[in-house]
């Protein structure tokens, strides 16, 4: 097809050729093409097959507004071919047919209608019950538009950004731009966001008349000129806006251009102020078979020709409802095309130099007249054209039909914004009220036609967002506002919505399959509210958004079905306005794990590293997994633990104490100097949330650890149980700010001993006892003598940045001990050994302390303290029937413990395994379990019930723990 | 093949005195209301609802059903729920579009494994068919998963718990809604409960904005509001949290995922509808509130989590996310309860994010206890009491905190 692209609004540049591969052939479009007007203008006309009944379907809209031309690129189905830009080497597919989109086998279902009422689904295939398994399969294979492989890779890269500004704008058209230059003018920083390739909007391809012998057209490009070089405005084009969110979040995606090394990218904009200025869509025109290839909208049309040079068909018939059909009609013409007549719906109203001009051009115009039925299977062969009444009618033969009912603006995207939206009859519009704080509208989707009035509009809105700013515009607001009062206002509006005579296939959505017919039998189950009419059509639900049925369904229910003062209410519009790609949402997708200070020292020393919580921490340093030398080296000789993950607060004021009497179960008036206190949170259950030490560096100031998983936690939860004292303290997250290194075994003394010169021996620093050192003179540690693995331990907190340092330096002196790594797994079976918990491994949200046998933890004689939990522990203190953390050990020592997560049963389950292993150091399989209380006795029989056992139990007797070093000798050497 | 579209919902005249009164036309109240007219011969009972029916969770929920939970309070509900659905599709008349493809829960470490190792066991102590899968078994069931090294969180193995799958939603509202007008009950929607009269402890009459309806029960099935509710008007507190919960779909796909997958690591859960949407979601907004808003953090969490454990999916399209609300309680477990303190009053919620999953049982069962006075054994562990008595349920082990005071 010869292109027109000599003409000024054209976007295609005819000097680049692009070839694309559609259904094995190659198509030649140019530089500019979208993918859909590129193979319209290689003579394609269906271009997809609808979801229910197959029926073909053709370019309608070219914004998007249904699925009508998506298609599959390069292995990404679902694409919108009319929003996507043609680029060389592209491979194009049909979806949804057998076959082809011409001959799809599938067509047939179009014929079976009748047999697919809305909500037949409900009433078919469950009878008989055996059915239904066999119908499913079918219904799920022929479900379903595009197809995505399991195997599908992502070649290309996206990528995200989060701007501020002070304004941003929705639509790049004539009422956008002057927003946006309005406001940069008054000093605001403006992000103007435009979903095409370029600025312009309704005014870029329209060649009728401005002012003063400009073309709206050269009016586009004076105003997108100004935009593009004022410093304050940064323009986003092939950007839609997807969502808006409270307190003017706006998300939108970019498509990249050639230079650009994304595909897509996610932008995340913050505002002051928020104008949408989106426009208007064209209201679809209901009639039979509305929906065939052929048919398409006004601005389809028109954008057709004057943005891409291709005449939609060699002769058209109008049906229309705004004086844009007109005018597009006269264009169309003026470029070739035969326009067989011009039906209006509208009685009068019309722009009276435009009849004229179609007078002037012998153009039949029928006021009052609309489309009543197009004829033909996969293209338009005829239109019928009827009187409003349906008392008149004529058949047409035609290639085109270009329809629409009338205007709607664009208002999904102030519906997501949670605007009220009203319906106003004088437009037949629904219009904003009640904006939401600093979000203003402005142009033609305020229902302005006149192009002065939409760009003051837009003017007026950009002064009002600067005025939202607190920028004072100097009066300049009033003298807008009264010049636009001056202006023409917004137009009648056609309200047209019923066909005359109602037809069988009258689609109100294109995308669900969902006719007229079916909105009826909606009615006559009972739903008369457009939500529930949704969902039980599903008519809007489809990748559309709704931009076909949105507003004719609640304007069809509300003529149908509302008592006739009743305005009609609109349905819920959801983001994303604009389907899109899961790989744009998640943009670079960054990986956000923490990591300790010697993260790399351990990867090095061969640590195989796990995720926990947000760290990343070694589990195991042998490649097979295997921890028996780790846990040899720590109870026999010296190993380290790098602990840095947990937390660590410095706690200081005048009421720091009262605060930690509040959290912490213990009695915290009394901790020795040089000495740590060890103790426990619960939450007012009583159960367990954290457990750490306390010591005091000097008068109310205090340093505590609480477990890695309670780090993040620990300051709201401090605060929010002191929120009503009014205590004054402060708290200090030191967690990042200390590394922790945990050394253990027989000879840690010595260990340290070689890096420090203070006096580390046991009477000088015995158990329990806290000590601030320098290692070799220099780097001060906090240094806690601890015992979670059951041996004589230092655990060393180390700042941050010493920690590599110190890390090497106990690596050195430890060399004579063949000093090594000890990971997670070895502390684990270490501290099981001794009987010691993992909070969220021994203990759940039903474990109080006193089910742990941690008890005596709890300091009962502190009732001013109000501690959390308190009551609860005093309630819950001899309550039967509750879990108990108890130790077991198997029957058979020869039988491997039950792995973790087996449940403990008799007739009914009774607990379960917490954690179990072989234990090198006892020989023995042992393990703690939480059991109710009447199991928990010692040399108590449990039944151990493992998954995949077929019934298969193994015993084990409940054994005294701690298991390894009852009286604590090995902490006190 | 052509049917009479007959009435789904009718039109019921307003009566000044029921035998029974639900608020709430969602799917516990509408099911409870089913039951009695069906079981225990009450069919003078009303359901009223604020909006319409199934506008709250029962229309928002992702529509999976399961009985894979962790304790033996919940597990037979659940197991009867599951076995419910068939046998009401065939009761009900109305295609329930039960689609049993079974659900894997995936872990992504040793930890997750232990905790999905309890649910198993005790599933299959059940009787119920559950099983725990490695990472290899896990890509033959669902190929396109990523097994490898790669994801932040790898996959260690899962769940597979196959009577599980999905359950439209919707058809369950309307097919319990035209069950009860078939039985006599009345629906009123666009009604709202404005008080419940009590006298010497006992429930003498509702009002509502349509007028004061004399009634000896009540239920208290208002989903979210439940909690709110019970406060205004009767004085009683509930442990209830209510949160947003948000859920997506993507465009329609041809066949591409045949089992509910989710992943408490990830937070995420997705499974494809007899449409062909990816329909996913997961945790809560991490704080209360009574709006069903969307957040712009949310979707692309869910982008980026899917697109982790489902490379292919970074070539789906997200479509339409909505809200809903979720009433949670400190152990994730409901409350059902009924005369305490007020003689006639009941109460079925608490239900979180779980409500859809067992609403036909619970209503079945709460009919009974409307009806005889007598709770069912089944549902006596979710009293409200426990939470006085410090005696939480163990549905989940991580401790729970949906704010600060919990």
Redesign the interface.
């Known amino acids: 097809m010869k292109r027109l692209s000599q003409l000024p609004t054209c976007r295609i540049d005819p000097e680049k050729k692009v070839f694309i591969t559609y259904r094995g052939k190659s198509y030649q479009g140019y530089e500019g093409d979208t993918v859909a007007s590129l193979l319209y203008a290689n003579g394609i006309r269906i271009f997809s097959r609808s979801l229910k009944y197959h029926r073909p379907r053709g370019l309608y809209s070219l914004d998007g507004e249904c699925s009508n031309t998506t298609m599959a690129i390069d292995g990404i189905p679902n694409l919108r071919t009319e929003t996507t830009p043609a680029r060389h080497g592209m491979t194009v597919k049909a979806q949804n047919v057998v076959g082809s989109p011409e001959f799809d086998l599938l067509g047939i279902m179009d014929r079976f209608s009748r047999a697919m009422p809305a909500g037949f689904f409900y009433h078919m295939f469950h009878k008989p019950p055996s059915l239904w398994p066999l119908a499913l399969k079918r219904i799920r294979k022929i479900a379903g538009l595009g197809t995505l492989r399991h195997d599908f890779v992502m070649q290309v890269r996206f990528d995200e950004i989060y701007p501020h500004t002070d304004l941003c704008v929705i639509g790049g058209g004539p009422a956008g731009m002057s927003t946006a230059l309005a406001a940069a003018d008054q000093g605001l920083q403006v992000i103007l966001i435009e979903a095409r390739p370029w600025l312009g909007g309704i005014f870029d391809y329209r060649p009728a008349k401005y002012l003063d012998g400009f073309s709206l057209h050269e009016r586009a490009g004076v105003l997108s000129q100004r935009v593009t070089e004022n410093k304050n405005i940064r323009v986003f084009l092939q950007t839609a806006v997807v969502g808006i969110y409270p307190d003017n979040q706006i998300t939108a995606f970019q498509v990249g251009g050639r230079p650009d090394a994304y595909k897509e990218r996610y932008v995340e904009i913050r505002a002051k102020s928020l104008v949408v200025a989106t426009g208007c869509l064209e209201r679809p025109l209901l009639f039979e078979n509305n929906e065939r290839p052929g048919v398409m909208q006004v601005g389809c049309a028109h954008r057709l020709a004057r943005t891409w040079g291709i005449l939609p068909g060699k002769n058209a018939v109008f049906c229309t409802g705004h004086d844009l059909g007109l005018e597009a009609a006269i264009d169309l013409f003026d470029l070739g095309m035969e326009v067989l007549c011009v039906a209006d719906n509208r009685e009068d109203g019309q722009d009276a130099e435009l009849v004229a001009e179609l007078k002037k051009r012998n153009i039949p115009f029928y006021r009052g007249w609309v489309a009543a039925k197009v004829k033909g299977k996969k293209a338009v062969k005829a239109v019928t054209i009827s009187t409003v009444s349906g008392t008149r009618r004529r058949d047409i033969p035609c290639e085109v039909l270009v329809a629409s009912a009338g205007l709607t603006p664009a208002t999904g995207l102030l519906s997501i914004a949670q605007c009220k939206l009203s319906y106003d009859n004088h437009t037949g519009f629904f219009l904003p009220v009640n904006l939401p704080e600093r979000v203003y509208a402005s142009g033609r989707m305020l229902g302005f036609h006149h192009p002065l009035s939409i760009e003051i509009s837009g003017r007026l809105a950009g002064l009002n967002a600067a005025a939202g700013c607190k920028e004072t515009t100097n009066g300049l607001r009033k003298e807008v506002e009264e010049q636009l009062a001056t202006l023409p206002g917004p137009p009648l509006g056609s309200k047209w919505v019923s066909p005359p005579g109602k037809g069988k296939k009258v689609f109100i959505c294109f995308d669900e399959d969902a006719t007229l017919q079916n909105i009826d039998q909606a009615f006559s189950v009972g739903f008369e509210m457009p939500e529930l009419i949704k969902r039980f059509t599903a008519a809007g639900t489809g990748p559309g958004q709704g931009g076909i049925p949105g507003h004719n369904l609640p304007l069809y229910v509300g003529q149908s079905r509302l008592p006739a003062d009743d305005p009609p209410s609109p349905t819920t519009v959801r983001p994303p306005m604009v389907p899109v790609l899961l790989a744009t949402y998640a943009g670079k997708n960054l990986d956000m794990s923490k990591r300790t200070p010697v993260h790399d020292l351990q990867i090095s020393s061969g640590g195989k590293m796990e995720r926990v919580g947000g760290w990343r921490r070694a589990r195991y340093f042998s490649p097979d997994k295997s921890i028996r030398e780790e846990i040899e080296a720590v109870r026999t000789s010296v190993a380290i633990l790098d602990a840095s993950t947990l937390g660590k607060f410095r706690l200081h004021g005048p009421d720091a104490l009262k605060a930690l009497q509040r959290v912490y179960v213990g009695d915290m008036t009394n901790i020795a100097e040089g000495k740590v206190k060890y103790s426990a949170m619960c939450n007012d259950d009583g159960c367990l949330i954290d457990d750490g030490v306390v010591v005091q560096r000097g008068k109310n100031d205090y340093f505590f650890t609480t477990s890695t998983a309670r780090a993040g936690g620990t300051i709201e939860w401090i605060r929010f149980h002191t929120r009503y004292d009014g205590w004054d303290f402060h708290l200090v997250n030191l967690t990042d700010a200390f590394g922790v290194i945990n050394l253990a075994g027989p000879k840690a003394r010595e260990v340290l001993e070689r890096a420090t010169d203070s006096d580390v021996s046991p009477e000088a620093f015995p158990y329990a006892g806290y000590r601030e050192l320098l290692i070799l003179n220099t780097i001060p540690v906090r240094v806690m003598r601890l015992g979670f693995v059951g041996e004589l331990s230092f655990e060393l907190h180390v700042p941050a940045s010493y920690m590599i340092t110190v890390w090497k330096i106990l690596e050195e002196t430890g060399k004579p001990w063949g000093i090594r790594n000890f990971g997670l797994e070895a502390q684990n079976i270490l501290r099981m050994e001794k009987g010691h918990v993992i909070i969220g491994s021994e203990s759940e949200q039903r474990t109080t302390l006193h089910d742990l046998g941690l008890g005596f933890l709890w300091h009962r004689n502190k009732p001013e303290a109000k501690t959390v939990g308190a009551a609860a522990l005093k309630h819950t203190e001899n309550q039967k029937g509750r879990l108990k953390l108890v130790g077991f050990e198997m029957e058979d020592s020869a039988s491997a413990p039950p792995r973790d997560g087996s449940i403990i049963v008799d007739e009914k389950i009774r607990g379960y395994v917490c954690t179990a292993r072989y234990s090198h150091t006892l020989n023995a399989s042992v393990g703690m379990a939480l059991v109710e209380d009447r199991l928990s006795s010692i040399s108590e029989r449990l039944a151990i019930f493992e998954d995949d056992c077929n019934g298969k139990l193994t015993y084990a007797r409940v054994a005294r723990m701690p298991f390894y070093d009852p009286e604590g000798a090995r902490l006190k050497i | ?3 009479k ?7 019921s005249r307003f009566r000044s005195s029921y035998d029974a009164v639900i608020i709430g036309g969602g799917l516990h109240g509408l099911a409870t209301a089913y039951y009695l007219a069906k079981d225990h011969g009450i069919n003078n009972v009303a359901v009223i609802e604020k909006r ?1 029916i ?1 506008f709250g969770g029962a ?1 928002r929920n992702t529509a999976i059903v399961r009985a894979n939970q962790r304790t ?1 309070e919940n597990l037979p509900l659940y197991q009867e729920a599951l076995k419910l659905w ?1 046998l009401l ?2 009761e009900l ?8 493809c079974g659900n894997l829960n995936l872990a ?4 997750a ?6 649910n ?3 599933a ?2 059940h009787g119920i068919d559950s ?2 899968l490695d990472a290899k078994e896990c890509k033959t069931l669902v ?2 998963l990523d097994i490898s090294d790669r994801p ?2 790898p996959i260690f193995g899962g769940m597979y718990h196959p009577p599980g799958g999905i359950v ?1 939603h ?2 369950v509202v ?2 319990l809604a035209r069950g009860c007008i078939k039985h006599g009950v009345h629906i009123h929607q666009n009604t709202e409960v404005t008080d419940i009269g009590v006298k010497n402890g006992k429930v003498e009459f509702i009002e509502t904005t349509r007028g004061k309806i004399k009634t000896e029960k009540v239920l208290n099935a208002a989903g979210a509001y439940s909690a709110a509710l019970a406060y205004q008007m009767l004085d009683i507190r509930m442990p209830i949290s209510v949160l947003t919960i948000q859920a997506m779909v ?7 995922m045949d089992h509910v997958v989710s992943s408490g ?1 990830y937070h995420v859960y997705a499974n ?1 509808t ?3 949407e990816i329909a996913t979601g997961s945790h809560m907004d991490p704080w209360p509130n009574y709006t069903t ?4 953090y949310y ?2 969490h ?3 989590a ?3 454990l ?13 809200g809903g609300l979720a009433d949670m309680t ?2 994730m477990a409901p409350i059902i309860d009924g005369n305490d303190p007020v003689e006639g009053y009941f109460v079925d919620c608490g239900w979180g994010y779980f409500g859809f999953k067992s609403s036909a049982v619970t209503g079945k069962y709460m009919a009974r206890f409307m009806a005889t006075g007598q709770c069912p054994a089944i549902l006596k562990p979710f009293t409200r009491q426990r939470f006085e ?6 549905e ?6 949906f704010s ?3």
């Not at chain 2, 579209?5 to 039109?11: M, P, S, V």
């Open positions: 093949m052509v049917f579209h007959e009435q789904l919902l009718g039109k319409y199934g229309g033996q068939p599709t065939r008349d109305f295609n329930l579009m039960f689609y049993n992504h470490s040793d930890a494994i232990k905790s999905l190792r309890l198993v066991s005790s299959q102590f099983r725990l190929p396109a932040r969180y439209r919707d058809a309307w097919g993507t465009q329609p796909l041809k066949p591409l690591a494809q007899l449409k062909g808003q969307n957040t712009a979707i692309k869910q982008a980026e899917l697109t982790e489902f490379p292919c999916l970074k070539g789906a399209k997200f479509m339409r996310i909505w400190p152990d008595k410090h005696r939480l349920m163990g989940t082990a991580a401790l729970v905190e600060p005071n919990n």
